[in-house]
């Protein structure tokens, strides 16, 4: 027990010898992964919005004019049996034109003047969950538009593609910018390690010749380390909470991008508590890092 | 009379210049040895492979039993905890009282709480700063803080006991004193080992004193006795 509160006293201790270098430690490493958090808070937004736009998207499939009744319905048939499909509704010609007129009411006297109606039935298909991403629909959609009676299957296709490459792009940036910035919370939390070891040399060497074995040593040097990792972590998030509120309130204030407000979320607890987890793994990296580089003495 | 420690045919060189040149030499169980020499004869280095410190370049090193030579890194502490050591500039840790600093050596080794007070306290009392526990060591005298690193020294019982001129620091009553105790500790069955240049020591001792020059083993004498090697 004794010993277990040496240990995590003279991590405490060396915090507090160096106190400016371990505030400007957690301070640095906080805003660095603060960076990193932003481009991974606009990552999981967009996914999520990609996820509830996809949600929504509906298949047109529309049939060819005068196509006979039967053929409609084997089409229907066809399209209920395929697995890719969720749901299936059909729009008739005289629905799509009341639809029509309820959606443009001012609009409507431009299709009187043509005497028959030109509007075209169609289904509504809607895609089964697993089969919605932009690549699975395209597929489908190419398939479909070969069947027997169809004129033409329509959806947001270059919309949802490009929301697609987009979430890509910001995923690859995410991991490039994590990876770099990643590495300089390793440096700092290390150099602040480092200096401690550089500080405390005479220390160590008396643990060393009373016969402390090398783990003993480390020990406090880790959990500093470990500690300067959540800090920094920990406080990036307060940063993170603090600037999305902020965004969320101007939104508010200003009613502008008004649909964004109920769409955009910050981290759930759960991926709070992983980054923190993540930031003590870092600072700890940053501690082997430093006692690999400069040691802790010689045995 | 068993040997605790073994030096056999070992040497050692610092930049090409012999620190210790074909050393043989065997130190029984509970003797007091006195290693004399004046600076650079070798005595730091001879006590620093002792403990595992510097490796030799040539021979074999036993201490209780245990080829230092060939020792695993992760072994050294081990050996260093039945090798206690008392340095000239004491060592001790300035921000951590009398006792913390005597506790290390018992920490280190996860020594229940309840053992670590007694131990201390005994090892303090050995000394005769017991009194002066709470206190910090740079508000000690020099003779104290030597008698606060002797306590750390034998706190955990070591088999042996190594001083490196350990009253280099201190005026010839505090040295008399410092001696008397390592006798004291020497007759309680601890190996002592004490090197130094001082021939006072030599005349407070009275004991069994191995002579270095330039690394060579030059003589071995007991104190009044004259025996020449």
Same mark, same amino acid.
């Given at each position: 027990m004794r010993r277990l509160f040496y240990l995590v006293r003279e991590a405490w201790a060396n915090m507090r010898i160096n106190r400016t270098t371990t505030i400007v430690a957690v301070l640095t490493t906080a805003f660095t992964l603060a960076c990193v958090g932003i481009f991974l808070l606009l990552y999981v937004n967009l996914r999520n919005a990609a996820g509830s736009l996809q949600e929504d998207v509906k298949v047109m499939v529309y049939l060819e004019d005068r196509l006979p009744k039967e053929k409609a319905q084997e089409l229907d048939r066809k399209l209920k049996l395929d697995?890719?499909?969720?749901e299936v509704v059909f729009i008739s010609k005289e629905q799509a034109l009341g639809e029509f007129r309820v959606q443009f009411p001012s609009e409507s006297h431009l299709l009187e003047?043509?005497?028959?109606?030109?509007l075209p039935a169609s289904f509504v298909v809607t895609l089964a969950p697993n089969f919605r991403s932009p690549d699975a629909m395209k597929g489908w959609v190419e398939r479909v538009q070969t069947m027997e009676g169809v004129a033409k299957v329509d959806y947001n296709q270059e919309w949802l593609s490009l929301l697609a490459e987009l979430i890509g792009y910001i995923e690859l940036a995410a991991i490039g910018v994590g990876i770099l910035l990643s590495a300089a919370a390793v440096t700092i939390i290390g150099n602040t390690i480092r200096l401690a070891l550089l500080a405390r040399r005479e220390e160590i060497e008396i643990l060393r010749s009373i016969g402390a074995t090398r783990m003993f040593i480390r020990i406090p040097y880790f959990l500093e380390g470990a500690v300067l990792g959540a800090c920094g972590s920990a406080l990036s998030l307060g940063i993170l909470k603090f600037a999305f509120e902020l965004f969320r309130q101007q939104i508010q204030l200003t009613g502008r991008f008004s649909g964004i407000e109920g769409m955009i979320s910050f981290f759930p607890l759960s991926v709070c508590l992983a980054l923190v987890m993540m930031g003590m793994g870092l600072g700890f990296a940053g501690s082997v890092v430093s006692l690999l580089r400069v040691g802790e003495g010689r045995a | 009379m068993d040997a605790i420690i073994q030096l056999i045919h070992v040497s050692k060189w610092h930049d090409r210049k $012999? $620190?210790?040149? /074909?050393v043989t030499l065997e130190i029984e169980k509970g003797e007091f040895v006195l290693l004399m020499g004046s600076s650079g004869a070798g005595k730091s280095t001879l006590l620093r492979m002792l403990i595992g410190e510097e490796q030799p370049d040539e021979g074999q090193i036993f201490v209780h039993g245990r080829n230092v030579t060939k020792l695993r890194s992760a072994e050294i502490p081990h050996l260093r905890r039945k090798v206690g050591a008392v340095f000239q500039d004491f060592r001790l840790l300035p921000k951590k009282s009398v006792f913390d600093n005597v506790a290390l050596p018992l920490i280190v080794q996860g020594v229940s709480e309840k053992d670590i007070r007694r131990k201390v306290t005994e090892a303090l009392r050995a000394v005769d700063v017991d009194h002066k526990? /709470?206190?910090?060591?740079?508000?000690?005298s020099t003779g104290e803080q030597q008698r606060v690193c002797i306590a750390r020294a034998i706190v955990n019982g070591p088999v042996v006991l190594l001083a490196d001129e350990?009253?280099?620091?201190? /005026?010839p009553e505090r040295t008399r004193e410092i001696i008397e105790l390592f006798k004291l500790i020497n007759a309680r069955g601890t190996t002592v080992i004490v090197a130094t240049h001082d021939s006072h020591v030599v005349s407070h001792a009275n004991r069994r004193v191995i002579t270095l020059v330039q690394g060579v083993l030059l003589s071995e004498r007991r104190v009044g006795q004259g025996i020449g090697v």
């Open positions: 697995r890719m499909v969720d003047g043509l005497g028959e109606n030109p | $012999a $620190a210790l040149s /074909d526990k /709470d206190q910090l060591p740079n508000s000690l350990p009253t280099g620091n201190l /005026d």
